[in-house]
């Protein structure tokens, strides 16, 4: 099973708003990541996980913010977005250390009016 | 470092070949490719380490040329299916985790 789910699959909210998006999976992966991804343009690296310790943080700016609140779940924050960060937000888990690839999740279609 | 991806495009008739570039300016670790269709998160394809692998997944493959710091995509009898986004993910040597993706190649196969 290479399964990784995000919740919700679309979400509308205003500038004001502070919502959460879910990602989980039960691989047993210790490495989980979220990319944001703008329409024909390829996956931009924000956060990575490893062993619920964040590891990279790619400059991402602080009004997204990122738990990992146990080995198969991880959220991201958000609060006063802007309408330049609609998006397609990405999660991706992956095994630790390993050769193995990453698996994504289906997104959540992000729209910030 | 974003990895450098070509041709843009590429439109095929079902059945012709072609082949993705993707190349590195530092040392790389692994490179990954992945097809994305319209809507959908991308889905991989495989993986290649330093060492100059070659793998195979259906009609596609790709190698692994590590003098060069690059990988190439192997698009063989394409068929319908094929059509998509292609993408190559990187990771270097001394940055585990940290994938960079190319700007993707976008394939479409036509009858």
């Known amino acids: 099973d290479t399964e990784v789910t995000q919740t919700p699959k679309h979400l509308v909210m205003g500038m004001t708003n502070k919502k959460s998006l879910k990602c989980e999976q039960h691989?047993?992966?210790?490495?989980m990541y979220w990319y944001k991804q703008k329409a024909k343009k390829p996956p931009e690296l924000m956060f990575v996980?490893?062993?619920?310790?964040?590891?990279i943080n790619e400059s991402v700016p602080s009004r997204f913010s990122p738990e990992c609140p146990n080995s198969s779940l991880l959220n991201l924050h958000l609060h006063a977005l802007q309408p330049e960060d609609s998006a397609l937000y990405l999660c991706?888990?992956?095994?630790?250390?390993?050769?193995?690839?990453?698996?994504f999740g289906p997104g959540t279609r992000l729209t910030v009016l | 470092q974003q990895p450098v991806q070509s041709p843009q495009a590429v439109i095929l008739r079902e059945g012709e070949d072609a082949v993705i570039n993707c190349s590195s300016s530092?040392?790389?670790?692994?490179v990954h490719w992945y097809r994305q269709k319209h809507g959908e998160a991308p889905v991989f394809l495989m993986i290649?380490?330093?060492?100059?692998e070659q793998k195979g997944h259906d009609k596609i493959s790709a190698s692994f040329n590590e003098k060069k710091q690059q990988s190439s995509l192997y698009l063989t009898a394409s068929q319908l299916s094929y059509s998509g986004t292609y993408f190559c993910?990187?990771?270097?040597?001394?940055?585990?985790?940290?994938?960079?993706f190319g700007a993707g190649t976008q394939v479409v196969v036509t009858p």
């Open positions: 991706a888990s992956r095994l630790v250390g390993t050769l193995d690839t990453q698996y």
């Open positions: 691989m047993g992966h210790r490495a």
């Open positions: 996980y490893s062993y619920e310790k964040l590891s």
């Open positions: 530092k040392a790389l670790y692994s």
């Open positions: 290649l380490l330093k060492g100059g």
């Open positions: 993910g990187t990771e270097l040597t001394d940055s585990w985790g940290k994938f960079q």
